[in-house]
């Protein structure tokens, strides 16, 4: 099969012949159509995550079944699915504390650059190539654990799936599941990308009264209202504080959505969000950068600071769930989609996300 691997750091991904295996047990392999190009690549790529090399990235994907190993049980061949990158066991600590992001199945698969067994199907036995967060689909073929397929209806196209696969359910979840946004709660979004415009869309489908879209660009402002902000504040102006208060009652927001990943944008976030309201963190900062907060304030703020992690929820329910709410026509995400592109371009395509590119860059396979 083609796929676009990564053997250095900070380099182009080099379009190969590779080998997969056939899968094993309850394993599936997947025919990929569409793959999103997401900002967790392009750090894997840029060297900002520790990954060991070489590897196919890729894990926002939609596709069809080709085949599947002993057991499986949940999809049989040309069943239309889209991929977990965070498949779970359903049988480990996290998993029976509801917490199946943090599956420790899956973690030890994902730091190993493997399958459920922590080895690898792509590439010769001798000199395997690793897997990505369990799925590697800057590939026309992958092998991925029965857990992390996801059965799609007949009308939800490809793309829209693959963009569910990790942006929408990213930021939906962190609204909807980790900050428990209410109906009149005031919400502030920090980062208008593939995972902030989600959330803005789910704070709106939760009620929220008034919700604050911050970023650094001005050309997010209109994409950022469409979406259901009712203002766009720049990140970078020195007022944002009295801004925020200003337009909240003078206290603050009720919650905060942190999607940037930056210990600037994750600061600001904390200091707009009102006494006893939430922070939630979901932007992934560099290997070695560090946050800091007021510590002498902390406790009198009764600030609750989360980490949110693939929407903190269960992502096979809320996958569904959205989903439905995209065919009832209440979440828009057509038109979160620009370019489609093939594989071949796929190092065009991590160039235009480091130039901010407004809208998500789709691989299609034939």
């Not at 459920?116 to 967060?133: E, K, V």
């Amino acid at each position: 099969m083609k796929a676009a691997v990564l053997r250095a750091f900070d380099q182009d991904l080099l379009i190969e012949d590779v080998a997969i295996a056939d899968p094993r047990e309850r394993e599936v392999l997947v025919r990929i159509m569409a793959t999103g190009v997401c900002s967790s690549d392009l750090s894997t790529i840029r060297g900002k995550t520790a990954s060991a090399l070489p590897l196919i990235p890729g894990h926002e994907a939609a596709g069809v079944v080709e085949r599947v190993g002993p057991g499986v049980s949940k999809v049989r061949p040309g069943d239309r699915v889209v991929l977990s990158w965070a498949p779970n066991c359903g049988h480990c600590f996290y998993c029976h504390e509801s917490h199946p992001t943090l599956c420790d199945v899956y973690g030890g698969a994902a730091v190993s650059g493997g399958l459920w067994d922590q080895t690898s199907r792509l590439g010769p036995a001798s000199t395997p190539i690793n897997h990505y967060s369990c799925v590697s689909s800057f590939a026309e073929l992958a092998v991925v654990p029965e857990a992390g397929c996801i059965i799609i209806p007949p009308d939800v196209p490809f793309a829209v799936a693959a963009l569910v696969g990790c942006a929408v359910t990213t930021g939906f979840g962190a609204v909807v599941n980790d900050a428990g946004v209410r109906p009149g709660d005031s919400v502030a979004v920090v980062g208008v990308g593939g995972v902030g415009i989600n959330a803005i869309q789910a704070a709106a489908l939760s009620g929220a009264e008034t919700i604050l879209a911050v970023d650094s660009n001005p050309d997010k402002a209109d994409l950022a209202r469409q979406n259901g902000a009712t203002h766009f504040l720049h990140a970078l102006d020195d007022g944002l504080i009295d801004t925020v208060r200003g337009l909240t009652g003078g206290r603050g927001v009720d919650h905060a959505i942190e999607c940037t990943g930056r210990p600037m944008a994750m600061r600001n976030a904390y200091a707009i969000t009102r006494p006893a309201g939430s922070v939630v963190i979901v932007g992934i900062a560099p290997v070695g950068a560090e946050l800091s907060i007021p510590a002498i304030g902390f406790p009198g703020s009764k600030k609750r600071l989360i980490g949110s992690i693939y929407g903190g929820g269960v992502p096979e329910r809320d996958i569904t769930r959205i989903l439905s709410l995209y065919q009832s026509g209440r979440m828009h995400l057509d038109a979160q989609i620009g370019a489609r592109i093939g594989l071949g371009q796929v190092n065009d395509a991590l160039r235009w996300l480091e130039q901010g590119v407004l809208a998500r860059t789709m691989i299609e396979f034939a």
